[in-house]
């Protein structure tokens, strides 16, 4: 998974490990050998893609795909979608919700936040593939600012 010539590095924000396994064996089947950069805590993965001054800076020229699971030990994914979603640098980074709740209500809130696509575990793992292969698609046409 490239996007325009640059490698697309994969941020996975999950703290059960065996769910972290799971995903990271189901992006592999799915034929993406990318980077995955896994988080146990929100505040980890804030530090990783806004930069510990939260300034998001850090990430202005890198090509992230956040795999975000709204229920961690810390703080909400949702706060976490947010933050990546309102900062300059980061707005149009891809987040992909991977969580247990299918409430509606959640579900709508982080589509109106800006999340690209919404998988409530467990998943159906032909659906999860095929999420990560529309990501790769959806990454070959994304702009990333400068």
Do not use: W
Request: glycine residues 6%.
């Amino acid at each position: 998974m490239k996007a325009t010539g640059k490698e697309v590095t994969i941020v996975m924000v999950e703290d059960d490990e065996g769910h972290a396994r799971l995903i990271e064996k189901n992006v592999r089947r799915a034929g993406v050998n990318n980077e995955i950069v896994p988080f146990a805590t929100g505040n980890e993965a804030l530090d990783f893609v806004l930069g510990p001054d939260r300034s998001g800076l850090v990430s202005a020229d890198r090509y992230l795909l956040i795999l975000l699971d709204l229920n961690l030990p810390d703080m909400s994914g949702i706060d976490i979608l947010e933050r990546i979603k309102s900062n300059e640098y980061t707005k149009r980074l891809p987040v992909v919700i991977l969580t247990t709740t299918d409430d509606e209500r959640e579900i709508q809130r982080c589509y109106d936040l800006g999340a690209n696509v919404y998988i409530t575990k467990p998943v159906d793992y032909d659906n999860f593939a095929n999420a990560i292969r529309q990501l790769g698609l959806f990454f070959s046409v994304i702009q990333i600012p400068q």
